[in-house]
């Protein structure tokens, strides 16, 4: 073959290398009859984030008077019901100069009378005292949020010497005359402040007959009312 039959047959040669593309190995993860291959829609579902598990829902607290729920301020209307209810009241205050750490738990018996057990701690630096009353509480109900009342009792109340003294415990009698003011947050629940005068009953050394002893007794706190069956 001679030199210019060959230079038409080079040309051809060259013009079909482009058009026929570069060659090139096959790739066995993009073969969809490699059984190693994954399709787009299997790899978008393992790429995707999964769905986290729905939130347990958190427990509810139940009101301890269910009926205070929706209006857990509210009043009932009219004067307020004390019959066949009792009541816890913590408070704090003063007996005298000293400060004084009360607790009383009362039952109405009717909406006017009531009867109240009262336990009293006075933690003095040289001597401590525990005052114990039985009183009667005495109101008048109303309507609105301000209660008033009157109180009296007779109790006994129990000294006790620090260490600095040497000395017996003391009991001597007391008597407690005075009233006070409660004003409710809502039907169960008030605040509370009362006032009373204790008279303490003894006697003083090398002295005869009895002698009083007045301290007046101030406390602040709550008053909890829940009814029971008569």
């Not at 006075?122 to 005495?138: D, K, M, R, W």
């Not at 008033?148 to 006790?160: A, C, H, R």
């Not at 017996?168 to 409710?184: C, D, R």
Request: proline share 11%.
């Amino acid at each position: 073959m001679t030199a210019r039959r060959l230079l038409p047959m080079g040309a051809l040669v060259v013009l079909a290398l482009p058009l026929a593309g570069p060659v090139r190995a096959e790739d066995p993860d993009t073969n969809p009859d490699t059984p190693d291959s994954t399709s787009a829609v299997e790899e978008a579902a393992i790429q995707a984030p999964k769905p986290e598990p729905p939130a347990k829902p958190r427990p509810v607290l139940e009101p301890l008077v269910p009926e205070l729920a929706e209006a857990p301020y509210s009043l009932e209307p009219g004067p307020r019901q004390f019959q066949h209810k009792i009541n816890i009241s913590p408070s704090f205050g003063f007996l005298g100069s000293e400060n004084l750490y009360a607790l009383r738990v009362g039952y109405y018996p009717d909406s006017w009378l009531g009867y109240e057990a009262s336990l009293g701690h006075n933690p003095g630096e040289s001597v401590h005292a525990v005052l114990h009353t039985l009183s009667a509480i005495i109101r008048r109900p109303v309507a609105g949020r301000f209660q008033p009342y009157v109180s009296g009792g007779y109790g006994m109340i129990m000294v006790f010497p620090g260490q600095s003294l040497n000395a017996s415990p003391v009991t001597k009698n007391a008597l407690a005359l005075g009233g006070g003011l409660e004003f409710y947050i809502r039907n169960d629940l008030a605040l509370r402040a009362d006032v009373r005068n204790a008279t303490v009953f003894g006697r003083e050394k090398d002295r005869d007959g009895v002698v009083a002893y007045s301290y007046l007794q101030e406390t602040v706190g709550l008053s909890f009312y829940r009814s029971v069956s008569p």
